[in-house]
């Protein structure tokens, strides 16, 4: 039998692209199941994704007055700060172990371009990613250690196209050849980041107290995950919106896509559900944002190694937060 703390190092990987995937803050928009195409250069590699629109059902239309909603951002440039806590516990054959995650939090500057027939050219650059230290018990080396690996992201950029409605319509990024397996993982999860900072929006007239539903499918670590998300204005004025959020995610029997297991490890998924809430305001003339989100999930996988299969249950409890910063 494999060691549960080696199986938790191997697995952390699984847990963390599912529950940052299912973060849904504002519910991502488009369907990961479209083909991905990455181009390997000398010293870079470049991935593009086209994502098309989700589905979006109105519920109620909330008071009186009603307008349509829609982007309409202008030239400039964002900088907005990401900080991620994923608290991880993972149980198999009797033995049941915390997995140590710190916060990480990220710093991206945002840039809007040209606008063309209502869809803007936006650009991202990473200016910094580094753990949260404050309530861990990590030495010195080990939080130096942590943050070398998670500066090999710092200035990777990419672009992307966000429409009128909020939709991410196009999406690429660079990423130098030299950065860690784990961390070109984790940069796949950047688009979710980037779709997150607009609430994709009805075509229909709405006001305050107005409800919206939209449904997709997500993928992560080749997992397809049914994502429903349901919006309820909070707060409408001419330039932002003030929401709450509901979304719920569910996987189940289907083979996970981890390249940063050992050699000759395989692992399936049995099942995953996860639930969360958020609450934040959106703008509709630039990226600036602000949100809490809070998920909790479980879900199950099998791993095999030499023929020898060992089935891991694993508790999340994710938080995001989206602030802007200096």
Not at 169 to 190: C, H, I, N, W
Not at 252 to 272: E, F, K
Not at 280 to 288: E, M, N
Not at 290 to 307: I, K, W
């Amino acid at each position: 039998m494999r060691n549960p703390r080696t199986l938790a190092a191997g697995a952390l990987l699984a847990c963390a692209a599912l529950a940052l995937t299912s973060c849904g803050l504002f519910g991502s928009d488009g369907d990961g199941s479209d083909a991905s195409q990455t181009t390997a250069l000398a010293s870079t590699s470049t991935t593009s994704t086209t994502t098309p629109a989700p589905a979006t059902d109105l519920l109620a239309p909330g008071a009186a007055p009603r307008r349509v909603l829609q982007l309409q951002l202008t030239p400039g440039v964002t900088t907005l700060a990401l900080t991620t806590d994923i608290d991880v516990t993972q149980r198999t054959s009797g033995t049941t172990i915390t997995v140590p995650s710190p916060a990480v939090r990220e710093v991206v500057t945002f840039t809007v371009g040209p606008v063309t027939d209502g869809t803007a050219d936006v650009s991202f650059v990473i200016k910094s990613a580094a753990m949260v230290r404050a309530n861990t018990d990590l030495t010195d080396a080990q939080v130096a250690s942590v943050n070398q690996a998670y500066a090999t992201l710092v200035g990777i950029g990419g672009t992307g196209q966000l429409d009128a409605q909020g939709h991410l319509t196009g999406f690429s990024y660079q990423s130098p050849a030299t950065v860690a397996p784990e961390m070109r993982t984790y940069l796949d999860k950047v688009q979710d980041q980037f779709q997150d900072l607009t609430v994709p929006l009805p075509t229909e007239a709405v006001g305050v107290g107005a409800r919206w539903r939209t449904t997709r499918t997500v993928v992560s670590s080749g997992v397809n995950i049914a994502q429903e998300t349901t919006y309820t204005v909070t707060s409408l004025t001419d330039t932002a919106m003030g929401y709450t959020s509901v979304v719920t995610q569910t996987a189940q029997d289907q083979a996970m896509d981890l390249p940063t297991l050992p050699t000759g490890t395989t692992t399936h998924l049995v099942s995953a559900r996860f639930t969360g809430q958020a609450a934040g305001t959106t703008g509709f003339t630039s990226l600036a944002a602000t949100a809490h989100a809070s998920n909790t999930g479980t879900q199950v996988l099998d791993m095999t190694t030499n023929g020898k299969t060992q089935r891991l249950t694993q508790d999340l409890a994710v938080t995001t937060d989206i602030a802007p910063a200096p």
